[in-house]
């Protein structure tokens, strides 16, 4: 499956947005969805997934409280995103594997990845 992640943009300090994450095709049950971030500088981190079949999720603590991961339709998962901090600016990529792993190398899948600008 090929995935597009949008919706990135610049916003401040306490500001909100929401991404998408559109697959080529339907999303099948087997598929874990993720989102990970990469700041300049610093490895890919993980920031939230949800196992398609169940519905479950697992969230960072970093972005904890601040960060939904949720299923849109069939075949596009949404990252919001609010509170935001000049931290949490990176490029964030979309994902899709079939392990519920909070570590990059077990999504199979990757999208292009969206800026995201938090200024202070």
């Known amino acids: 499956v090929q995935l597009q992640a949008s919706g990135g943009g610049l916003v401040q300090t306490g500001g909100s947005l929401r991404l998408s994450c559109i697959a080529s095709?339907?999303?099948?049950?087997?598929?874990?969805m993720g989102w990970f971030r990469q700041a300049p500088g610093k490895e890919r981190e993980f920031v939230a997934f949800?196992?398609?079949?169940?519905?479950?999720t697992n969230v960072a603590d970093s972005v904890k409280g601040r960060v939904t991961i949720s299923k849109a339709n069939a075949d596009t998962v949404y990252l919001q995103m609010s509170s935001l901090k000049p931290e949490d600016t990176a490029v964030y990529y979309c994902?899709?594997?079939?392990?519920?792993?909070?570590?990059?190398?077990?999504?199979?899948?990757w999208g292009q990845g969206t800026q995201v600008t938090v200024s202070s």
């Open positions: 994902a899709a594997g079939l392990h519920t792993s909070t570590t990059a190398r077990d999504f199979t899948n």
């Open positions: 095709s339907r999303i099948y049950s087997s598929y874990v």
């Open positions: 949800l196992r398609w079949s169940t519905g479950r």
